[in-house]
């Protein structure tokens, strides 16, 4: 399997802030990387796919980059909504493992 | 507007077998262009991927749960099924059906999810 590193595992910031989100793969994945939001009692969210495309609907400051083995999730201007926890997922394989994810709270 | 629905007993004894269907409505599951999958996550803890099929009834498992795991098709009613054997406490968790922009890619519609709890 794919094992898929997350990183931090919780993360404080102040609204404004530009929070960063980081995920490794233990191989190389190319781009198939997704990123997820999602909130307490809730279904998941596709907020990134392909490593570094927006979901449609999905607000401008949220944007991923990356290649190969690593890759980042940023939000430019935390806003309060974003509160949440974010999980990476790489699909270059089966089974599509799922970071640990990275529970984001205001400070 | 995509809607995907679960549905099932919320609660299963040790050993038995769990069954959740989910209901697609808004859209055909017979698209050529999707994928259908369940994915889980036990509470408080991360997201597992259990499985997905096509239209066509190809499946797809995750190797860890591949012994148990039984996923179905009914493009008559528009809804996709979940069979997982032998459970155990271990299998308590939310589970949630979803649409798959490939085999195991990624998920753009989820159900709202569904808590099934393993006791006696």
Known sequence: ??????????LSASVG?????????????????????????KAPKLLIYDASNLETGVPSRFSGSGS????????S???PEDIATYYCQQYDNLPPLFGQGTKLEIK | QLQLQESGPGLVKPSETLSLT??????????????WGWIRQPPGKGLEWIGSIYYSGSTYYNPSLKSRVTISVDTSKNQF?????????ADTAVY??????????????????TLVTVSS
């Open chain 1, 1 to 10: 399997d794919i094992q898929m590193t997350q990183s931090p595992s919780s």
């Open chain 1, 17 to 41: 802030d530009r929070v960063t989100i980081t995920c490794q793969a233990s191989q190389d994945i190319s781009n198939y990387l997704n990123w997820y939001q999602q909130k307490p009692g």
């Open chain 1, 68 to 75: 190969g083995t690593d890759f980042t999730f940023t939000i």
């Open chain 1, 77 to 79: 201007s935390l806003q």
């Open chain 2, 22 to 35: 989910c209901t697609v409505s808004g859209g055909s599951i017979s698209s050529s262009s999707y994928y």
């Open chain 2, 81 to 89: 099924s979940l069979k997982l054997s032998s459970v155990t406490a």
């Open chain 2, 96 to 113: 949630y059906c979803a649409r798959h922009l490939a085999v195991a890619g990624p998920s753009d519609y989820w159900g709202q999810g």
